[in-house]
């Protein structure tokens, strides 16, 4: 149990990010409060790379592996800010609970890593432990912890996204997939001299909405959802729509690659004329000037459940008073690059619920705060441990 002055620390400081409002490559003033944390809690290493991601290190008495624990520093816009109860940037605690954007997602779960895992003595440390409060995630799950991942080249991986506590083993993927059909221009009083876009995309919508998908047993189904489309010439008056270009959101199943989903579209529409489909392009500006750029795919994954990794966390979980749960995310984060391009064995753990994750009157749990960062401690003694 910790003491009262950890929990304190621990209160207070989440609430003194989550006042601060870092929206995607605007994280500066929030990392600099969990860099200075870091340091106060006597990291041996800590440094922010030229992307803006903050990385903490503690060096183990003992050898061992490395253990990254990995959470986002960046939120999503508070669009409409009368609609909250509570002043979106206060912090305020009420019924037990503490309000704000970014309170859930995720800068509680990263407070009571940082602060969970700087309080283990380094005698009990196997390894390395390193902390990454990454940048712009809400923009692409994975461009920033690429660039952390090819620094500290982790053996483990812990993504500390909030879910509600349990020992998260995979996740559905994503990815962010266009479609654009192509007509004949002519003038709309006389539409039978061209070819409107719009009407030649409505068998391809009507596939696609129809089209197998891959399941798992654990993840569930896949999802192909139109979520945006946009016909050109635009504005016009008196002209027939030579474009109309869809955007899709695609979950994805662990397996699925980029080329196996576009090999999936065409085998369904490859009959029909004047078509092309490709992924988006993600391109995020830092902070710190650096452009981040990356393809808008994200891969599923799955850890087993009887990996030895897996098992320690549930040791390590049982440890800190809990009783493990099993669970898989629904929705895509930074796992994606760790487990589905990098193969590293991952796992996700973070206190608070998922389904409060951008929504109006976001919070998380004192209790469920405290008990996670006690849940990151034990992660961090024992996952290093040998066999």
Known sequence: MQSDTFQTELINFTQSVIRE???????EAVGSLFAAKMEDLGFDTVQVDRY?????????????????FDGHMDVVPVTNPETWSIDPFGAQIRDGKIWGRGASDM?????????????VPADEIHGTLVVSGTV????????AVKKVVEQVHPDFVVICEPNGSKLGIGQKGRAGLWVEVTGKPAHSSVPHLGENAVYKALPIIERLCRMPLPSDPILGDGVMELIDAISSPLPSR??????????YDRRLMPGETMDSVLASIHEVLGDLPDWQTGFGTVHMDTYTNEVLEAPDFHPGWLTPKDSPWVLKAWQALQTAGMDPIFGSSQFCTNGSYTAGFANLP??????????????????????????GARGYAELAKILGRPD
């Open 107 to 119: 800068k509680g779960p990263l407070s009571a890593a940082v602060i969970g895992i700087g309080q």
């Open 346 to 371: 991952t796992i996700i753990f973070g206190p608070s619920s998922g389904m409060l994750a951008h929504c109006i009157d976001e919070h998380i749990g004192v209790d469920e705060l405290i008990l």
């Open 21 to 27: 409002n870092s929206l995607s490559g605007k994280e």
């Open 238 to 247: 008196s002209t027939l729509p030579v474009s109309f270009k869809m955007r």
């Open 52 to 68: 803006g991601n903050v990385i903490g290190i503690r060096k183990g008495n003992k050898p061992g592996p490395t253990i990254l």
């Open 136 to 143: 712009c995630e809400e923009y692409h799950e994975g461009a």
